[in-house]
C-alpha cells in the first residue's frame, strides 16, 4: 500500500486538475530526515514548510502556479502576508544556503568579518577554483597555483574554519560541478557568488547569482530581498538526436531572447521535449542562462534527475523528491509572461559569436557568415570543458569523436585543451578512458578549474593585437574575456563540435556533411557522437578535497597583514550627507557594450580581489570613451589632460570631488562580481545613469551606496557630454517609485533637466542613506 502521505499528495494532485484549483490542508505526516548533503549530516531537507508555504500562496492567489513561484514563494519569509506582483514587489526570502568561489568569496568574507557575527546561519561553501591560471597542465599548474595564492588559501580555510563555512580546496573542481554533484537538489533556494550559479536548475533548484554582500546578508540570517521575478516559459517538444547537444538548446534560446532578453525573469522549461535531455545537460541549459540576464532558469523534477541523484550518491534525496513530486513541477494551466516553443526534432547545432553570446548561428552557415564578415576561418586553439560543459556525458561525447578521428589516423589540427569540472570527474574520465582518448588525439588536460574560461590562461602561440579565432564550450565570449587578446574572435558551442573543429582545424568545417581525410589518403565523415550520461560503475570520487568545519571554530586566527598586496580588510564607506549631489564630474561616457568585464576585469587582476585598492587599478579599464573612441583613456576635467580611468578617478578623489559615470544599455551583464560596484564607490563614484542595467550588477552597486539610475527617456543619453557636470537633485524627498531630476550644467553655462528612474525600495534608500548595506546591517545590530 503507498504511504499515507502519497496518497495525500495524489488527492490533492487530482482536485488540482479541475477547472478551479481549491485548497486541500496539508496533510503534515511523520517522515525519515533528509540531511541536504553527505558533508553536513544535521542540516535538513525542508519539503514539509515548502508544501506548507505553497498551500498559502495557492489560497491566497487562487490560481496555478509556475514551479519557479512553487519554489521561490515556498521560500517566503512570509507567505501570508508578503505582496506577491510579478515584476513588481520586492520579495524577503530565505535561501537555504550560499555557495562562494574563491575570487569572490574573499570580500565576502572580508564583509563577513565586517560584520562582526560569529558565525555563519546557514549551510555555506568556499570552492577553490579561479585563481589557478592554465599554463602546462593540470598538476604542473595546480601546485603553481597552490604556490602563488597560498596567502589567499589560507585566509579562505582559517575564515571558513572560524565562521563555519566548508572549504573546497583547490584542484576539488569549479564550483557549480560541485553544487551539482553534493548539493543541489530539487526545491532547494541557493544563492552563490557566481553568476553561473543557475547551473544548479539542472536539478530543479533556484539557484540564483548575487554578489557578495547578497551572500552577507544571507549568512548573517537576515531575509534576502529579490525583486519578483517574471517568468518566461520555454516549452520542448520533440528530442534531441544526431550533433544537436543540450548546449543548442541555450544558444538558440539566446539568440532569440538576446544578451537582455531575460533580465528580471526566471527562466522556467516545460513540456514533453524536457525528458530526452539528460540531467547534466539541464544544468548545461541553465548554466548559461545567465548570457541572457535571467534571474535564474529551471527544469522540472523528473527521472533524469532521480537518476543522476541516485548516483551521486544521494538515493534518499531521490526518495524523498518523489515523494513531494506535485510541488517540484509546475501546476497544470500556470500563466508564463512570455512562451517560447522549441520543436527539438528540427533544432539544428549552433555555434554563437564572436564577441558575444547571443550573435547565434548554425553550425552549417558559420563558415558562410566567417568568410562574409571577415573573421579568421583558422581556429587556433579549441577547448572543452568549464562549468558549462564539463559533465562525464560531455567528455563522453567529445572523445567519441576523437575516437572516430585517431581511428584514421587523424589528430587535431588546433591546439586542444580539456578542462574537468571536478575531481570526480577528473578520476572517473581518467578511469573510464575518455581522457587519454582526448589526450591522443592531440589534447592537453588542464586542471580542475575555471581555467581559460574567466581569463586564466597564460596563452603562448599568439601576440597579444592578432587576430585570431578559438571555438569553445564555455558559456561567455566577450572581448578579450579568454585571453586579455581584444582580437581573439571566440565561439562557444558544443563540447562534441569544438572537438569536431578543432580536429578539421577550421570554421569552414560541418561535421555533419562535410569529410575528413585520414593519414591513408581515404575519406572518412564523423558519425554523430554517443555516450553514457552517467558512468556504468559508481564515479571515482578521486582525491579528498574538502575541509569540514570545525563543531567550534570561535578559538581560530584568521590573519590579514597590514602590509599584504592580495588581502585587506575594509572601512566602511561614508554616509550620505543629507543633501543633492550637486556638481559632479563625468568619469567617462561609456560608448556600447560595457559588461562587469569591461569595469573590474578578471584574468590576471584576479589575485587582487581580496585588496580592494589595488584591484581599483582595473577600474573601467576595458569600457569605451565616448568622446575618444578609445578604452583607458580619459579627459581629467581639471587638468584637461588625457589618462588613464583609474588615476583620473583617484585624482578627482584626492580633490575631494565626486563623479558620475554615464553607460549604455544592459549596462553591468556578466558576471556576479561586486568589485565592479565597489571600485567605482572606493574610489569616489556616488551615481551611475545608464539605459538598462543588468539584474545583478544593480543589486551590487545599491548594497555599496551608490545610486543606479536609468533615463526616463534613453534619448537623453545624448544630452549629456563627458565636459559637463550633473546634479542629482530631490534626494530629500527619496522614495521608492519616485523618479529624480538630473540639471546637466554645459560649459557654456547653459542647463537642461531631464528625468531618472530607479528601482529602490525602503529598505535599499536605507541603504544608501547608511553609505552602504553592510553600514545599515550594523545600524541594525547596535538597535
Known amino acids: 500500500m503507498a504511504p499515507y502521505c502519497v496518497l495525500a499528495a495524489r488527492l490533492r494532485q487530482a482536485l488540482s486538475n479541475g477547472v478551479r484549483r481549491y485548497h486541500v490542508a496539508p496533510v503534515m505526516c511523520q517522515r525519515a530526515k533528509v540531511a541536504m548533503s553527505h558533508f553536513e549530516p544535521n542540516e535538513y531537507i525542508h519539503y514539509e514548510k515548502l508544501e506548507k508555504n505553497i498551500n498559502i500562496i495557492h489560497k491566497r492567489l487562487d490560481r496555478p502556479l509556475t514551479l519557479s513561484e512553487k519554489i521561490v514563494y515556498g521560500h517566503l519569509d512570509d507567505p501570508v502576508k508578503q505582496d506577491i506582483e510579478r515584476g513588481k514587489t520586492y520579495l524577503r526570502l530565505r535561501p537555504d544556503r550560499v555557495a562562494m568561489q574563491d575570487a569572490t568569496a574573499q570580500m565576502a568574507m572580508l564583509q563577513f568579518i565586517s560584520s562582526g557575527l560569529p558565525k555563519v546561519a546557514v549551510p555555506s561553501t568556499i570552492h577553490c577554483d579561479h585563481l589557478i591560471e592554465a599554463q602546462i597542465g593540470g598538476e604542473k599548474d595546480l601546485q603553481r597555483a597552490k604556490d602563488i595564492n597560498k596567502e589567499v588559501y589560507n585566509f579562505l580555510a582559517t575564515a571558513g574554519a572560524k565562521y563555519g563555512v566548508g572549504f573546497w580546496k583547490p584542484g576539488s573542481g569549479i564550483i557549480h560541478q560541485i553544487i551539482l554533484e553534493n548539493y543541489a537538489y530539487p526545491g532547494v533556494m541557493l544563492i552563490g557568488t557566481d553568476s553561473h550559479t543557475p547551473n544548479g536548475g539542472g536539478l530543479g533548484g533556484v539557484c540564483i547569482g548575487v554578489g557578495g554582500a547578497d551572500a552577507v546578508d544571507v549568512m548573517a540570517g537576515i531575509a534576502w530581498e529579490l525583486k519578483c521575478p517574471k517568468v518566461i516559459g520555454v516549452k520542448l517538444t520533440g528530442k534531441l538526436s544526431g550533433w544537436s547537444s543540450p548546449k543548442d538548446v541555450i544558444l538558440k534560446v539566446a539568440g532569440i531572447l538576446t544578451v537582455k532578453g531575460g533580465t528580471g525573469a526566471i527562466i522556467e522549461y516545460h513540456g514533453p521535449g524536457v525528458d530526452s535531455i539528460s540531467c547534466t545537460g539541464m544544468a548545461t541549459i ?99 570543458g568549464s562549468c558549462t560543459n564539463s559533465s562525464y556525458e560531455d567528455m563522453g561525447r567529445a572523445a567519441a569523436v576523437a575516437k572516430q578521428a585517431l581511428a584514421h589516423g587523424r589528430k587535431c589540427v588546433s591546439q586542444f585543451t580539456i578542462t574537468p569540472g571536478s575531481e570526480q570527474i577528473r578520476a572517473t574520465i581518467e578511469r573510464d578512458g575518455y581522457a587519454q582518448i582526448l589526450r591522443d588525439v592531440g589534447g592537453v588536460v588542464l586542471a580542475n578549474a575555471c581555467g581559460p574560461c574567466i581569463g586564466q590562461w597564460d596563452r603562448k602561440d599568439i601576440k597579444k593585437g592578432e587576430k585570431n579565432t578559438i571555438v569553445t564550450s564555455y558559456n561567455r565570449n566577450f572581448t578579450g574575456r579568454n585571453d586579455a587578446n581584444p582580437e581573439t574572435h571566440a565561439f562557444v558551442t558544443s563540447p562534441e563540435i569544438v572537438t569536431a573543429l578543432s580536429i578539421a582545424g577550421t570554421l569552414k568545417f560541418n561535421p555533419e556533411t562535410d569529410y575528413l581525410i585520414g593519414t591513408d589518403g581515404k575519406k572518412f565523415q564523423l558519425e554523430a557522437p554517443d555516450a553514457d550520461e552517467l558512468p556504468r560503475l559508481e564515479f571515482d570520487s578521486g582525491q579528498d578535497t574538502y575541509q569540514y568545519p570545525p563543531k567550534d571554530g570561535s578559538g581560530q586566527h584568521v590573519d590579514v597583514s597590514p602590509t599584504s598586496q592580495r588581502l585587506q580588510l575594509l572601512e566602511p564607506f561614508d554616509k550620505w550627507d543629507g543633501k543633492d549631489l ?10 556600447g557594450k560595457c559588461t562587469t568585464d569591461h569595469i573590474s576585469a578578471a584574468g590576471p587582476w584576479l589575485k587582487f580581489r581580496g585588496h580592494l585598492d589595488n584591484i581599483s587599478n582595473n577600474l573601467l579599464i576595458g569600457a569605451i570613451n565616448m568622446e575618444n573612441g578609445k578604452a583607458n583613456s580619459v579627459r581629467n576635467a581639471l587638468t584637461q589632460e588625457f589618462g588613464p580611468v583609474p588615476d583620473t578617478a583617484r585624482y578627482y578623489k584626492k580633490m575631494g570631488l565626486k563623479w558620475v559615470v554615464v553607460g549604455d544599455e544592459n549596462y553591468g551583464e556578466g558576471s556576479s562580481r561586486e568589485h565592479a560596484a565597489l571600485e567605482p564607490r572606493h574610489l569616489g563614484g556616488r551615481v551611475i545613469i545608464t539605459k538598462s542595467f543588468a539584474r545583478i550588477h544593480e543589486t551590487n552597486l545599491k548594497k555599496q551606496g551608490l545610486l543606479p539610475l536609468t533615463f526616463a527617456d534613453p534619448a537623453d543619453y545624448n544630452k549629456i557630454h563627458p565636459v559637463d557636470k550633473l546634479s542629482i537633485v530631490g534626494l530629500k524627498d527619496f522614495a521608492p517609485g519616485k523618479p529624480l531630476k538630473c540639471i546637466i550644467k554645459h560649459p557654456n553655462g547653459s542647463e537642461e533637466t531631464i528625468i531618472l528612474n530607479h528601482t529602490f525600495n525602503e529598505t535599499q534608500i536605507e541603504w544608501f542613506k547608511a553609505g552602504s548595506a553592510l553600514n545599515r546591517m550594523k545600524e541594525l545590530q547596535q538597535h
Open 286 to 384: 541553465c548554466n548559461m542562462g545567465a548570457e541572457i540576464g535571467a534571474t535564474t532558469s529551471i527544469f522540472p523534477y523528473n527521472q533524469r534527475m532521480n537518476k543522476y541523484l541516485k548516483k551521486t550518491g544521494r538515493a534518499d534525496i531521490a526518495a524523498l523528491a518523489d515523494e513531494f513530486q506535485e510541488h517540484l513541477q509546475p501546476d497544470a494551466g500556470c500563466h508564463y509572461d512570455q512562451v517560447i516553443e522549441i520543436n527539438l526534432n528540427e533544432l539544428e547545432p549552433h555555434i554563437n559569436g564572436p564577441f558575444t553570446p547571443d550573435l547565434a548561428h548554425k553550425v552549417t552557415e558559420i563558415g558562410i557568415v566567417a568568410e562574409k564578415e571577415g573573421w579568421p576561418l583558422d581556429i587556433r586553439v579549441g577547448l572543452i
Open 582 to 591: 550637486e556638481d559632479m564630474l563625468i568619469l567617462i561616457k561609456v560608448k
